[in-house]
């Protein structure tokens, strides 16, 4: 062979290796979002609505109750820490997988599992840790049933209104 169609050959192959690489990116940037974007934007999206939730309820329930919080900074702390232990254990259990969220009865109650056992974590971690001397009873009773709902419901409504439902691990104008 002739060094001008080795040449020839390898520019070739250097032609098709870029219109293969710019059709993917054609493709990848048509308005789909990866299976795995979505998975880490809803563990973030759950990690800061479980450390709100758990920490505007604790606030909530003692303006009712007593007018004022004392140990703002303890309790952000401790909400923190609830929507870690959550968000890990529902990663663990690999409930970001997009086929987990797309199934509404299975994300509910596999979630609403996960967020029971993390708020049992939550409080034995606070008897542990002698806060429940600051901690009060009917604010952990009013993060519990305020997380819960938010949570059950937010899960729901995701996989509900889920567009890319059946589709092969990417949605498409979501």
């Known amino acids: 062979m002739n060094q001008a169609s080795v040449a020839s050959r ?12 710019s059709d993917r990116l054609a493709n990848s940037s048509q308005g789909l979002i990866g299976a795995t974007t979505i998975s880490v934007g809803v563990a973030a999206a759950d990690f800061i609505s479980a450390v709100l939730l758990s920490f505007l309820s604790q606030f909530v329930y003692h ?10 900074e303890a309790y952000l702390a401790f909400s923190i820490m609830f929507a870690v232990i959550l968000v890990t254990l529902l990663a663990a259990g690999r409930e970001y997988r997009l086929e987990r969220l797309q199934v509404a009865r299975s994300s ?29 009873r009917g604010g952990l009773v009013t993060q519990f049933a305020v997380g819960l709902s938010v949570f059950h419901l937010a899960r729901a409504s995701f996989s509900q209104n889920n567009p890319g439902r059946g589709r092969e691990g990417t949605m498409r104008d979501y």
């Open 10 to 21: 390898s520019s070739h192959a250097a032609e098709q290796h870029e219109v293969i690489a």
């Open 108 to 136: 509910v109650t596999s979630g609403a599992r996960y967020y029971l056992i993390a708020f049992a974590i939550f409080i034995s971690i606070l008897f542990l840790s002698k806060a429940t001397d600051f901690y009060s």
């Open 63 to 72: 303006q009712v109750s007593i007018g004022w919080i004392a140990n703002r």
